[in-house]
T-cell receptor, first 113, second 113 residues
Framework: AQTVTQSQPEMSVQEAETVTLSCTYDTSESDYYLFWYKQPPSRQMILVIRQEAYKQQNATENRFSVNFQKAAKSFSLKISDSQLGDAAMYFCAYRSAVKDMRFGAGTRLTVKP | DTEVTQTPKHLVMGMTNKKSLKCEQHMGHRAMYWYKQKAKKPPELMFVYSYEKLSINESVPSRFSPECPNSSLLNLHLHALQPEDSALYLC????????????FGPGTRLTVT
């Protein structure tokens, strides 16, 4: 079974600083995709970043980047230059060609001005 | 257009009512999904449609009845719900069933009285 674990229920960061959210997963599959979704209080799930397991290069989207460690089954999200609008619940998710999306429990990020 | 729309935004219904949730996407996606999300929890998959056919039903009670009239529309018909069915109902779409990211709508906040 595929499980996704986010061990940090809550995180806090000062505006303009950097924060890293952790995610680990368990799978026996070799081909899969990993995602980070953001869900602000407005409640819409927004795709932040995606990583294909077959790619060694870590994905980057502007201030968001990941540290993908395939052997360790780790997929952390780094947010640089944090902004007030980054405050949200962040979900790590796993999906493969034969399995539907599996979400972690989420990490609530607070950004302090 | 990368938008998934959902109506209504909010819905309050009694346990004897019949109501429907609507979801629409115009991205040409061939897979559509219904999720249920309780407060401070990750989304839970309910149904998956692929090419307008029901692909997955995650053991959802029969008081929830999905319908996919065409490739752009997804409905969720509700009847004889229980108070514990109160939740945020999210619709999502993806290009196909393979390991693609899913695009979410803003959700319908359902309250069953």
């Amino acid at each position: 079974a595929q499980t996704v674990t986010q061990s940090q229920p809550e995180m806090s960061v000062q505006e303009a600083e950097t924060v890293t959210l952790s995610c680990t997963y368990d799978t026996s599959e070799s081909d899969y995709y990993l995602f980070w979704y953001k869900q602000p209080p407005s409640r819409q799930m927004i795709l932040v970043i995606r990583q294909e397991a077959y790619k060694q290069q870590n994905a980057t989207e502007n201030r968001f980047s990941v540290n993908f460690q395939k052997a360790a089954k780790s997929f952390s999200l780094k947010i640089s230059d944090s902004q007030l609008g980054d405050a949200a619940m962040y979900f790590c998710a796993y999906r493969s060609a034969v399995k539907d999306m599996r979400f972690g429990a989420g990490t609530r990020l607070t950004v302090k001005p | 257009d990368t938008e998934v729309t959902q109506t209504p935004k909010h819905l309050v219904m009694g346990m004897t009512n019949k109501k429907s949730l609507k979801c629409e996407q115009h991205m040409g996606h061939r897979a559509m999904y219904w999720y249920k999300q309780k407060a401070k929890k990750p989304p839970e998959l309910m149904f998956v449609y692929s090419y307008e056919k029901l692909s997955i039903n995650e053991s959802v009670p029969s008081r929830f009845s999905p319908e996919c009239p065409n490739s752009s529309l997804l409905n969720l018909h509700l009847h004889a719900l229980q108070p514990e069915d109160s939740a945020l109902y999210l619709c999502a779409s993806s290009p196909g069933l393979a390991a693609y990211e899913q695009y979410f709508g803003p959700g319908t906040r359902l309250t069953v009285t």
